[in-house]
């Protein structure tokens, strides 16, 4: 998830959050229901539930599992804040060797 993270900073350095959530909400369509003739975010969101049999959790896990969701974004956003471009270049840059094949 980090390396997915850092790579989408690196290949789109102008992202913001609003950014982002707005493309999350495109990327629903406008819609808050699932259906299955059209990809969207929430109908892989009720995919990801349907595997993970979340109707048949605890409310106690569920709460559990939102909670830890919640820190690794946190998480993700404070490690966001330390990735430079220059530092982010040297990790994703190619080799001027491999350029020339």
Known sequence: MT???GFGVW???DSSFTHISLTLLKSAK???TYSHDRSSLIGTLHRMTHELS???WSWSNRFTFI???IYVLKRLC???SSLTP???QTLF??????MSN
């Open 67 to 69: 909670l830890t969701c």
């Open 30 to 32: 406008g819609r808050l």
């Open 86 to 88: 220059d530092y982010l």
């Open 78 to 80: 404070r490690w966001n």
């Open 11 to 13: 290949a789109y350095p």
């Open 54 to 56: 979340w109707q048949s």
């Open 93 to 98: 840059r190619v080799p001027a060797n491999e």
């Open 3 to 5: 390396k997915f993270w």
